[in-house]
């Protein structure tokens, strides 16, 4: 009863499944005994095995995506208790129970039973679309539909703009449409979709951009589609190293560029809050983009998915 199963990346595209002891709540945290947890692609680094990785990792490490039912309180903890139901800002949930302090978990209503709840990405959305100041009939571009770009999208329309998507893979192309975008171009030539955007914009290009991939050449396509004074977002996860940015064309147009990436826990929360009261309410329905599921001991795989991007693949939970 004092041990638990955990996920260990034990080497480079290692991961082994482990017993390790139950951890135990200290002063003002709490246990969750997890339901599961996302899958992130900030995760493929280290899974590669690159030189500042150290290994073995902890066990339950890179899992920053879980949920799950409250199953122990720490000394100080007042406003939870055993058997509530939250979300978790906490960093070793591929495993079957995980640590969060009190002020890091959002508890989940019961519109939410049963429903998964990856609260980390789905907070992550709610901050970028809150940076990226969207107002009704603005054009906005959304370069990269994953998990992260379909949320933007139909955050986006919602607010009343015309979101053009634009994206490699045409199941993607597919899923944007269902969230609300007004037009659709495949990410294969540059140029070809800098003169189809210009099309579409009547050669203004967009109010706002955002970038959701996380790699040089959408970056450099994204600064491209963006209008003069217009704002670009950088949503992708840029963790590959130092980029190159076209300085004399953000000079030029007098853009705004926005790295929306929040590292304060205490808005990442509110984010998650946000998020909570967003599927809760039935705004945003993100569970067509929960494509695949695993068992904890195939996370091997779920992260190869994630990498690979199989057809129809969006989303991978793990489920312990």
Same mark, same amino acid.
């Given at each position: 009863?004092?041990?638990?199963?955990?996920?260990?990346?034990? +080497?480079?595209?290692?991961?082994?499944?482990?017993?390790?002891?139950?951890?135990?709540?200290?002063?003002?945290?709490?246990?969750?005994?997890?339901? +599961?947890?996302?899958?992130?692609?900030?995760?493929?680094?280290?899974?590669?095995?690159?030189?500042?990785?150290?290994?073995?990792?902890?066990?339950?490490?890179?899992?920053?995506?879980?949920?799950?039912?409250?199953?122990?309180?720490?000394?100080?903890?007042?406003?939870?208790?055993?058997?509530?139901?939250?979300?978790?800002?906490?960093?070793?949930?591929?495993?079957?129970?995980?640590?969060?302090?009190?002020?890091?978990?959002?508890?989940?209503?019961?519109?939410?039973?049963?429903?998964?709840?990856?609260?980390?990405?789905?907070?992550?959305?709610?901050?970028?679309?809150?940076?990226?100041?969207?107002?009704?009939?603005?054009?906005?571009?959304?370069? +990269?539909?994953?998990?992260?770009?379909?949320?933007?999208?139909?955050?986006?329309?919602?607010?009343?703009?015309?979101?053009?998507?634009?994206?490699?893979?045409?199941?993607? %192309?597919?899923?944007?449409?269902?969230?609300?975008?007004?037009?659709?171009?495949?990410?294969? *030539?540059?140029?070809?979709?800098?003169?189809?955007?210009?099309?579409?914009?009547?050669?203004?290009?967009?109010?706002?951009?955002?970038?959701?991939?996380?790699?040089?050449?959408?970056?450099?396509?994204?600064?491209?589609?963006?209008?003069?004074?217009?704002?670009?977002?950088?949503?992708?996860?840029?963790?590959?190293?130092?980029?190159?940015?076209?300085?004399?064309?953000?000079?030029?147009?007098?853009? *705004?560029?926005?790295?929306?990436?929040?590292?304060?826990?205490?808005?990442?929360?509110?984010?998650?809050?946000?998020?909570?009261?967003?599927?809760?309410? +039935?705004?945003?329905?993100?569970?067509? %983009?929960?494509?695949?599921?695993?068992?904890?001991?195939?996370?091997?795989?779920?992260?190869?998915?994630?990498?690979?991007?199989?057809?129809?693949? %969006?989303?991978?939970?793990?489920?312990?």
């Amino acid at each position: 009863m004092n041990m638990m199963r955990a996920a260990v990346l034990a +080497g480079p595209g290692d991961m082994r499944l482990e017993q390790v002891a139950l951890p135990e709540p200290g002063e003002g945290q709490v246990r969750v005994k997890l339901e +599961g947890c996302g899958v992130c692609a900030s995760n493929l680094t280290p899974w590669e095995g690159p030189e500042w990785m150290q290994f073995p990792g902890e066990p339950g490490g890179l899992g920053h995506e879980g949920w799950g039912v409250i199953d122990a309180v720490g000394p100080g903890v007042k406003a939870l208790k055993v058997g509530d139901r939250v979300a978790a800002l906490s960093y070793k949930s591929y495993a079957e129970y995980d640590i969060a302090e009190a002020d890091a978990v959002a508890p989940l209503p019961d519109a939410l039973k049963d429903k998964p709840f990856p609260g980390e990405p789905l907070g992550c959305a709610m901050n970028i679309f809150r940076r990226s100041d969207i107002q009704a009939g603005q054009t906005v571009a959304i370069v +990269g539909i994953g998990f992260l770009g379909a949320i933007l999208t139909r955050l986006a329309t919602d607010a009343g703009a015309r979101v053009i998507a634009i994206s490699r893979r045409p199941f993607s %192309l597919d899923v944007a449409r269902q969230f609300g975008a007004a037009e659709t171009i495949p990410m294969e *030539d540059h140029w070809h979709i800098i003169e189809r955007v210009k099309e579409l914009t009547g050669e203004k290009m967009c109010d706002r951009v955002i970038e959701a991939v996380g790699k040089q050449w959408p970056l450099d396509l994204a600064s491209e589609l963006v209008r003069e004074g217009g704002k670009l977002i950088v949503a992708g996860y840029h963790q590959d190293g130092p980029r190159q940015v076209n300085m004399q064309m953000w000079n030029w147009k007098g853009i *705004d560029v926005v790295n929306a990436h929040e590292r304060d826990p205490a808005v990442n929360m509110q984010g998650i809050r946000d998020a909570v009261e967003a599927v809760a309410s +039935g705004r945003l329905d993100p569970s067509p %983009l929960y494509t695949h599921r695993y068992e904890l001991d195939r996370l091997d795989e779920a992260l190869n998915a994630t990498r690979d991007r199989p057809d129809g693949f %969006l989303k991978a939970l793990v489920m312990p």
